[in-house]
């Protein structure tokens, strides 16, 4: 059965030719992606790189976790299912107050001017 890494601390230069070439020394990779900024379309400096077996999987993070790729240390580790990030307190988001605020602003215009 395949599984899922996940791959951070990525260099701005690592690409998924990057990826591949190391990872593919192990076994076969089913997938592979550097997740990238929506608006940039530069690394977010993280990825994820799906091996075809659960062995080939611990054995590429015994050989890349705490390796160097283009002069970073990575860490390599199984992916969390995606559901599975923990909960984020209460509190702590942007809402439309501001940071951290759980209320909009009172008076002024919806931009912040006042009127």
Known sequence: MAKKLYIGNLAEGVTEDD???NFSEIG????L????DRI???????????MA??????????????GE????????????PKGDQG???RGTGRGPG??????????????????
């Open 40 to 50: 940039t379309g530069l690394s977010r400096g993280f990825g994820f790189v799906e």
């Open 33 to 36: 992606a550097i997740i990238r």
């Open 28 to 31: 076969k990779v089913v997938s």
């Open 98 to 115: 501001g940071f951290g605020s759980q209320t909009p602003r009172s008076g002024g215009a919806r931009d912040g001017r006042r009127t």
């Open 19 to 21: 990826l591949m070439a």
């Open 69 to 80: 790729l283009l002069g970073r240390t990575i860490r390599v580790d199984e992916a969390k």
């Open 53 to 66: 077996t659960e062995t080939q999987a611990r054995e590429a993070i015994r050989a890349f976790n705490g």
């Open 87 to 89: 909960e984020r307190p």
